[in-house]
């Protein structure tokens, strides 16, 4: 709880395969460790690094708690740079609070989040990608 991830990816390639060019990081994680566990995921599909979903009975101020995914998507445009290139995402989770960053620009936050705390886990639904380096940070 109370931390800032911050991970450095690229997508090596992108695959012309239907939503293969997908990945994200889940925060809060509760178990049991199932598909789709109750959590928050920074999303990592293509063109939509901004979205936060809530998954599998997560909720947040303005989105009840619901088995169903639900997604919350970006503020504005994308912000990630071309397949190939490097990107840095930020997630600051204080509190009942998720901010996410993409390239140093804030694209999403949630307030109210049922979940502080729990496991961390990184997902990919086949794209080929690559995690440069990835630093958790506590709070003061």
Known sequence: ???TLTYVW?????????????????????????????????QGLYQHQGDLILEGG????????????VTIPQVGPPNE???????????????????LSVNGKVMNQITGCNLSSGYIGIQSEGGDIEIHKLTLVPLE
């Open 10 to 42: 690229r997508f090596v390639k992108l695959d012309p395969t239907p939503k293969v060019n997908n990945t994200g990081i889940l925060i809060h994680i509760v178990p049991p460790d199932v598909v789709f566990p109750e959590c928050v995921q920074a």
């Open 1 to 3: 709880h109370d931390y």
């Open 58 to 69: 997560a909720g947040a101020d303005g989105y009840p708690a619901s088995k169903k995914n």
């Open 81 to 99: 740079n071309p397949a190939g290139e490097w990107n840095t995402n930020m997630v600051v989770c204080q509190g009942s609070s998720v901010k």
